[in-house]
């Protein structure tokens, strides 16, 4: 069983330097250091100043994300029974997270160390077949119009893990940062649904010429706030005198998410299949939480609204 992780573990240190290498070793030098030094420790010093709860719901939120996003788990499956993949799964979480819960033991956080292992243990033996993926996919999702069809596909995809991520927003409310942390997580999730392409008929049909990527920004935008209306309303009744907190991050779901639909018809091609943009919104979306970086992002979302307008012009009824 040891034998197994190890091999396993160090398969995933060699795919992490080959991904280090295809991006650039000048940008990873220079990216790493500075969301190191600005988020991380920005993020251990609101775990010190947490409450146990509180503490441990932060720490196992990236657990709990990465657990049910991965898509290795039905190989693993294949090759491994459930207690080695429990344990790789365990030894995984726990070295992803080991900076934050060793810097909170040297704080004497002891307890809330405690709390996360055991909660990252419990995650980690959380099988994925046991999701009702095939009773949330039987589901009617017909009340989305078909023009936001990757909204109609993405729920069935991922409808499970949004519901539970809008859950524990509600669960937690009395935490402050709660449904604001649980909004842009959910509009993080919301970007993989931009990487499919549709055809040239389907983007030419049930839109207005010119108009497209407005009426595309609006009707996805009114979909994932008004899924999100009630979390929005808890917020502000339970924390009104904080309510700019939740304004600013409804600004900065509202400006990710018309990004990701302006990088998906930046890269669109005829008879193109999919795109990949997710190292280009991730950099969008750090440079949002960055205060200093913000005009930078807002400069970059209006390359790509230009970039985007050009490409539609181009292919549009050609």
Request: hydrophobic residues 55%; aromatic residues 18%; contains cysteine.
């Amino acid at each position: 069983m040891v034998d197994f992780v190890y091999k396993v573990l160090l398969i995933r240190f060699r795919q992490s330097f080959r991904m280090l290498q295809s991006v650039g070793w000048g940008y990873v030098i220079l990216i790493i250091p500075l969301v190191g030094l600005i988020f991380g420790l920005r993020a251990i010093e609101a775990l010190v100043h947490a409450d146990h709860y509180a503490g441990i719901f932060f720490l196992l939120l990236p657990v709990g994300y990465l657990h049910f996003s991965r898509g290795d788990h039905s190989f693993l499956q294949q090759i491994a029974p459930f207690p080695q993949r429990w344990l790789l799964f365990s030894f995984e979480y726990l070295l992803l997270m080991t900076p934050f819960w060793l810097t909170l033991l040297f704080w004497g956080k002891g307890e809330m160390v405690a709390g996360f292992v055991g909660g990252a243990i419990v995650l980690a033996g959380f099988d994925k077949k046991w999701a009702p993926a095939l009773r949330w996919k039987a589901l009617s999702f017909s009340w989305i119009p078909v023009r936001a069809f990757e909204w109609r596909s993405g729920l069935r995809q991922m409808g499970f893990l949004l519901a539970f991520v809008w859950l524990i927003g509600l669960l937690a409310s009395h935490w402050m940062w709660a449904i604001p942390g649980t909004t842009i997580i959910a509009a993080l999730f919301c970007a993989s649904m931009y990487e499919p392409l549709e055809s040239k008929e389907l983007l030419e049909g049930p839109f207005k010429p010119g108009k497209l990527l407005w009426q595309k920004i609006g009707l996805h935008s009114v979909i994932f706030h008004a899924i999100f209306g009630l979390p929005y309303l808890v917020f502000f009744v339970r924390h009104l005198g904080a309510w700019w907190i939740m304004a600013l991050a409804i600004v900065a779901v509202q400006l990710f998410l018309s990004f990701a639909i302006l990088v998906k018809y930046a890269n669109w091609l005829p008879n193109r299949e999919k795109q990949s943009g997710q190292t280009l919104l991730s950099v969008f979306a750090l440079g949002l939480l960055v205060p200093f970086l913000a005009p930078a992002s807002l400069g970059l979302w209006g390359y790509y609204y230009v970039k985007a307008k050009k490409r539609l012009k181009f292919f549009y009824h050609a």
